[in-house]
């Protein structure tokens, strides 16, 4: 085996940052479909159109607490000339068994509650005297303490017209209407809908799990005790919480020491349950930069298509990277660079839009914006490569926060936007218009 350092090959051409997102894209499928309960299948995308099975509202009911009553016993019906009538019972909400309403006779009705056959029309309690015989009322008094309302006489004092305040079966959705279409993303209203006309389960893409693993034997876990030269994990923080953020389930793998024989074991172990995988670090030119050593040796060695490639981007920051897949099933595996900011950054470029064209979505990138630059200084960019400085957006203006260097996670946490710089463009002049990609 050779000692020599690594010479200049053609390994070293610059992938764009486009082509490098195509790549990933042009790999990555949307996961199969699986049928899952309601609340589990909140921010996945439906794969069937949804047909209604029954009328919404099922049956002809009341939008008022009042009295369903006929239109010609209440017509002209005033405060000096009251309609009264006689009070049959009362007809609560889920009522099944239904009283008839007659001329001349009223029933108390309930909001949601079955029109009940012979009556028309609703008048809210409001319109009349409660059965108390004092005037007009402002609500019912409650059943277990007056027992006696849902009989006797009513004054009705205003008039009502055929079908007032009454929602009528199928005013929302129909027997047969499409509910959903395929492709709809299961928010909160959807998941109403869905539960309103009875579907208990529903089948959808699956959010993607995602695992993500830091590397480097300098990395402390949170709360522990640093030694000389060693620093905290954060990277493995910042992609878990921004892989939930995209929509997977996120499984955090602590730091993994650089030796190329454990990294190896770890990831081996860990894709059971990865639909992704995402590692920090050890993907530059150094000496113990083991993600490349190691994953070139990952599952079964004789899977056709498999295999990790590591490439150098036109990007700052970002430019280390590896993409491929790897193990039995070709399990997608992005291989990040270890700075912070560049893992970060990386992330929202790459693997955000991985994850989401797993979750099956159309929509997979962060939304982009054109905004002016303010600056107290011209903003400098190295030739030939994209830059994606942060910054702060707000009313058409992007603000840079921190500099350039890929170690300044105190400016990012303080970001909400990056600012790109095209490859071909070194310098940015304040107020000039800008590309900005908003991190939300
Ligand atoms: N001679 C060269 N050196 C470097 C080059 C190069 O082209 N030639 N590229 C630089 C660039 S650009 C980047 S980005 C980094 C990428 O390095 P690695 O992916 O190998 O990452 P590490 O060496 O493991 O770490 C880099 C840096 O980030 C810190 N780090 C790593 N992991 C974490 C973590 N989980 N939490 C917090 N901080 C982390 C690590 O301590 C290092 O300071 O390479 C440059 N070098
Ligand atoms: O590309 Mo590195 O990601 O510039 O710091």
Known sequence: MSTAAPRATGQDHLW?????????????????PIELQLLDAQGCVLVDDITVPVSLPPFDNSSMDGYAVRVADVAGASEEYPASLEVVGDVAAGAAELLHVGPGQAARIMTGAPLPPGAEAVVPVEWTDGGLGEGPVTGMRARSLAPEAATG??????????RAH???????????????????????????????IGRGTVRVRPRPRVVVLSTGSELVQPDG??????????????????????????????AVADDAETLRTTIEDQ???????????????????VVKEALSYVGDEDEPGGGIEFRKLAMQPGKPQGFGSIGPDHTPLLALPGNPVSSYVSFELFVRPAIRTLMGLEDVHRPRVRATLTAGKPLSSPKGRRQFLRGTYADGAVTPVGGAG????AALAHADALIVVPEDVTAVEPGTEVEVVLLG
């Open 16 to 32: 764009s940052v486009d082509e490098h997102l195509e790549d990933i894209l042009a790999t990555v499928r949307p996961l199969d």
């Open 153 to 162: 006489q009513v004054q009705v004092y205003r008039a009502a017209e055929a």
């Open 166 to 196: 009454v929602r009528a079966q199928g005013s929302d959705v129909k027997a047969g209407d499409r509910a959903l279409e395929a492709g709809t993303v299961l928010g909160p209203p959807q998941i109403s809908l869905l539960a309103a």
């Open 225 to 254: 005790e640093l030694a000389p030269g060693q620093i905290y994990d954060s990277n493995s923080f910042a992609l878990t919480a921004a892989a939930r953020d995209a929509g997977a389930i996120a499984y955090r793998v602590g």
């Open 271 to 289: 894709l059971v349950r990865a639909d992704l995988m995402v590692t920090t670090g050890g993907v530059s030119v150094g000496a113990y930069d």
């Open 406 to 409: 890929s170690h300044l996670v």
